[in-house]
């Protein structure tokens, strides 16, 4: 009945998150609400683990891309299901150091790490460093040789594959700000120095082509050109790399009109065409990263808002105004990213309206346009759902409004994983 299989209405006809009735959460906690459920979060961590491994045995490693969704609690659970994490600034970093996470099973990612960043890393033993360019690859031998330390690294690679997605988020083309691009022989270079520099244990390589892509062709080309690269580098400089990583982008299902594939056909199309190239070209199977962000935490969150003023401006829309907007959920404003609705106190009732979400926001910031909702009046509990990832990880201060707080379900209990913010915050740093 939903895009998402952990919801459902009850008795009194409200919608329930993990078998826990919405409204009682809007109730306890307030609005604007972000709402987790812990099962469904740890299922998909399962499911890519379990996905790997029947492909791959013990060489497939599923590293979670953490900034879809961050925060300490995330980290403990990566940590008791046994993935590996990514981040991608300083700040995810303490996060994952905070929370107790196994350093050895960090990514460090970034187009423009800065010198403490890469110190940081470094001083912590984080598993990989994944360089994305030529200052960052002879910076990182200088802090390393300084420091007496050896870093493990992947080079980032633009495998250059067309992809399907919003433009906003295409990262594997030649025009990407990210990574050496393998067709202009700026790749092979950057695997030349990276032999050669002190300090430096290349490890293998990485690409991310984008996200929120919803067909398995583009991974597998990706894929595809990526062992292609790996040998021309063996044959140029008889250099074989020991680790692939295929970063993440697996699309998920927004609204009933997406068609997203399971996360294991994504994974069985991609191994068979490595392993074929693997034969073809006598190289040994590497070690394969995944690196899934959003289709982790995405459909595990919800966001509740109270509706405010219902405008109806006669022949041209409604909007129902809410208690968040772009602070909270920017997505629309960046991307028109659509999302659906729910009245919570309704939700067994059908979508009879279609009305603008607006959010409260000094600018034109709607959560949605033209989007089906029953009929509602201030007061409502409205839900918008699959706001797990990119929602929470994305929200601003704007307006000095302060961050809701992120509530987690599990087994029909509500706790609070991070606390909301207060107008006290909003000053903390104003001197
Ligand atoms: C964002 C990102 C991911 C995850 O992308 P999703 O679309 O969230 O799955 C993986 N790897 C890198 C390097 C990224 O920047």
Redesign the pocket.
């Given at each position: 009945m939903f895009i998402s299989k952990n919801l459902g209405v009850n008795e009194l006809g409200n919608l329930t998150i993990g078998g826990v009735d919405a409204s009682l959460l809007a109730k306890e906690y307030g609005t604007p609400l972000y709402v987790m459920d812990e099962a469904l979060f740890r299922d998909n961590c399962r499911r890519y683990k379990r996905a790997m491994e029947l492909d791959y045995g013990r060489k497939g490693i599923v590293?979670y891309?953490s900034?879809?969704f961050c925060c300490k609690e995330v980290f403990k659970i990566l940590k008791e299901e046994g993935l590996w994490a990514?981040v991608?600034s300083g700040g995810e970093l303490y996060t994952a150091v905070s929370a107790g996470f196994p350093m050895g099973k960090i990514?460090f990612?970034g187009c423009c790490k800065t010198a403490d960043e890469l110190t940081m890393a470094l001083k912590n033993k984080v598993g990989r460093i994944?360089v994305d360019n030529f200052s960052e690859l002879s910076a990182l031998s200088e802090i390393a040789v300084e420091m007496d330390v050896s870093a493990d690294i992947m080079l980032?690679i633009k495998p250059c594959v067309e992809v399907h997605t919003h433009e906003l988020?295409q990262?594997g083309n030649i025009d990407s700000k990210?990574g050496f691009a393998a067709q202009t022989g700026e790749a092979l270079e950057a695997v030349r120095l990276a032999l050669l520099l002190r300090n430096i244990n290349l490890k293998g390589f990485?690409c991310?082509i984008?996200?929120?892509?919803l067909d398995t062709d583009s991974f597998v080309k990706a894929a595809e050109a990526m062992l292609l690269f790996i040998s021309e580098v063996k044959e140029q400089l008889s250099f074989e790399a020991g680790e692939l990583?295929l970063?993440?982008?697996?699309?998920i299902k927004y609204t009933e009109e997406d068609k997203a594939p399971e996360y294991e056909l994504y994974i069985n199309d991609v191994s068979a065409r490595i392993k074929k190239l693997c034969a073809d070209k006598g190289l040994s199977l590497p070690l394969i990263m995944i690196?899934?962000?959003?289709?982790?935490p995405a459909h595990s969150g919800i966001t509740l808002y109270t509706a405010g003023e219902v405008k109806v401006i006669p022949e041209v829309r409604t909007y129902v105004m809410v208690d968040g907007g772009l602070t909270d959920n920017p997505r629309y404003s960046m991307y028109k990213a659509k999302y659906e609705f729910i009245a919570v106190n309704k939700a067994s009732e059908p979508k009879s309206e279609i009305v603008s979400i607006a959010g409260k926001c000094c600018e034109k910031d709607p959560l949605g346009e033209g989007v089906k909702l029953q009929p509602v009046e201030s007061g409502d509990i409205i839900a918008v759902l699959a706001t797990g990832?990119?929602n929470y990880s994305m929200s601003s201060n704007y307006n000095r409004f302060p961050r809701p707080p992120v509530v987690m379900v599990r087994n029909g209990k509500a706790r609070i994983i991070v606390k909301g913010e207060t107008y006290e915050d909003m000053i903390r740093n104003d001197l």
């Open positions: 590293c891309a900034k879809a990514d991608a990514v990612h994944v980032r988020v990262t990210f990485h991310h984008g996200s929120q892509i990583n970063g993440g982008g697996f699309g690196e899934p962000g959003r289709s982790i990832a990119f």
